[in-house]
C-alpha cells in the first residue's frame, strides 16, 4: 500500500509534555507531508521533507525522515490544549503516482490542561 | 478571504437522490483535487484536475463526475446515492502538481449523510 500508516493511533499527554507520532510508508516517496486536522474541520499542512532530507524544524515542531526504514516522526515539543487534533503524514511520490498524496488514517493526540 | 471554500458543509439526502458540492479556490492555483474521509478518518484522494483537465481519477464509481469550469473552481456531482457515499468530502488545490510543490490547502469539508 502507498499510504502511509501512523502510530499510535492515539496519543494523551499533559500540556508542557513533548508528543511524538510516528509514520512508516512502503514505497519509494519524493517527500513525506505532516497535516493537521481540527474536529469537523479541513486538513493544514504543517511541515514538508524532501526524501534528500533527515530533519527539519517549524517553531515547536521537529519532523525526522529515515528513507532506509521508510518511516518519519513529527515530534510537538512543549505541547498545548490547543495543539489537541488528528495529525497525518501524507506521503507524495514520482512517476505514475505523481500529484497524488497518500494519507494515513492519523493519530489522534489529546493535549490536557 | 477564505482560500479554499466548499458548499454546501452539510448535505442530508435520501438514497437515490442526485446531488452537488461545490468548490472554490483563490490561491491562484492550476490543481484541484477531492478527497473522501470516511467514518475511521481515512483520506483517499477521488480526482484531479489541473488547469480544467483531469489528470487523476482513482477508480471511482462513475456515479461521481468532477466538473471543472474554471481552473479556480472544481465541482462534484454524485448520482443515484448509496448509503456507502455518506462521508466527509474535502476539495483541495495545490500550486503545481508536477512539481516539488505539492503542499495542498484543503477546504473546511462537506459532510454528506445518505439515508
Known amino acids: 500500500s502507498q499510504q502511509g500508516e501512523e502510530d499510535p493511533q492515539a496519543l494523551s499527554i499533559q500540556e508542557g509534555e513533548n508528543a511524538t507520532m510516528n509514520c512508516s510508508y512502503k514505497?519509494?516517496?519524493?517527500?513525506l507531508q505532516w497535516y493537521r486536522q481540527n474536529s469537523g474541520r479541513g486538513l493544514v499542512h504543517l511541515i514538508l521533507?524532501?526524501?534528500?532530507?533527515r530533519e527539519k524544524h517549524s517553531g515547536r515542531l521537529r519532523v525526522t525522515l529515515d528513507t532506509s526504514k521508510k518511516s518519519s516522526s513529527l515530534l510537538i515539543t512543549a505541547s498545548r490544549a490547543a495543539d489537541t487534533a488528528s495529525y497525518f503524514c501524507?506521503?507524495?511520490?514520482?512517476?505514475?503516482?505523481?500529484?497524488?498524496?497518500?494519507f494515513g488514517r492519523g493519530t489522534q493526540l489529546t493535549v490536557w490542561p | 478571504d477564505t482560500a479554499v471554500s466548499q458548499t454546501p458543509k452539510y448535505l442530508v439526502t435520501q438514497m437515490g437522490n442526485d446531488k452537488s458540492i461545490k468548490c472554490e479556490q483563490n490561491?491562484?492555483?492550476?490543481?484541484m483535487y477531492w478527497y473522501k474521509q470516511d467514518s475511521k478518518k481515512f483520506l483517499k484522494i477521488m480526482f484531479s484536475?489541473?488547469?480544467?483537465?483531469?489528470?487523476i481519477n482513482e477508480t471511482v464509481p462513475n456515479r461521481f463526475s468532477p466538473k471543472s469550469p474554471d481552473k479556480a473552481h472544481l465541482n462534484l456531482h454524485i448520482n443515484s446515492l448509496e448509503l456507502g457515499d455518506s462521508a466527509v468530502y474535502f476539495c483541495?488545490?495545490?500550486?503545481?502538481?508536477?512539481?516539488?510543490?505539492?503542499?495542498?490547502?484543503f477546504g473546511p469539508g462537506t459532510r454528506l449523510l445518505v439515508l
Open positions: 483541495a488545490s495545490s500550486q503545481d502538481e508536477t512539481g516539488d510543490q505539492e503542499t495542498q490547502y
Open positions: 514505497t519509494s516517496i519524493n517527500n
Open positions: 521533507i524532501r526524501s534528500n532530507e
Open positions: 501524507a506521503t507524495a511520490g514520482g512517476g505514475s503516482t505523481l500529484g497524488r498524496l497518500y
Open positions: 490561491l491562484g492555483h492550476d490543481t
Open positions: 484536475y489541473n488547469n480544467k483537465e483531469l489528470i
